[in-house]
């Protein structure tokens, strides 16, 4: 699997088209009903997913942040292949690795408006990018990385948005 960078998974870098990600191998396919939210990897057998979010007001032009979404408990990805980040970190992975491998890792807690309460382990990696750990029973069940959401986040329904 691809790895996971500050700003970019699998070919597709932050401020890239969806076309221009393509152009670098990274296919990404837009949900129709929300042109802003493309995917990556999809994978329904295992529940998980990679996706690309650009900006609203111009769907696809610009890639702001990347998520990757695990839908099953998160301690049956140890078993498979997954994307990490270049210090190891990838879904299924404890709070407390997460801390060793980024010990000015920040926790933000906040009311998701159509998730509820998450709690994130945030790690800044430039002036307005970070990485976000959700955690759920102390693993990692979802990583967001890009920009404007190092107070937390993204919050909501990304495809309701």
Not at 42 to 47: I, L, N, T, Y
Not at 52 to 58: D, H, K
Not at 141 to 148: A, D, L, M, V
Request: hydrophobic content about 40%; glycine content about 12%.
């Amino acid at each position: 699997m691809p790895a996971i960078g500050p700003n970019y998974f699998a070919g597709a870098c932050l401020d890239q088209s969806f076309d221009e990600a393509a152009a670098n191998g990274a296919v990404i396919t837009p949900v129709e009903s929300c042109p802003w939210y493309g995917t990556i990897v999809a994978d329904d057998s295992v529940g998980f997913y990679v996706s690309a979010i650009s900006g609203l007001e111009t769907p696809g032009d610009s890639i702001g942040f990347f998520v990757m979404s695990w839908f099953n408990d998160p301690a049956e990805a140890s078993s498979l292949d997954m994307p990490s980040t270049a210090e190891g970190i990838t879904i299924g992975s404890s709070a407390a690795d997460v801390l060793d491998a980024y010990p000015t890792a920040t926790e933000v807690s906040f009311d998701d408006i159509s998730r509820g309460p998450r709690t994130q382990l945030v790690v800044s990696t430039g002036d307005d990018t970070s990485y976000n750990f959700d955690i759920t029973d102390g693993l990692v069940n979802e990583i967001s990385w890009g920009y404007g959401i190092a107070e937390g986040g993204p919050n909501g329904e990304l495809c309701a948005l």
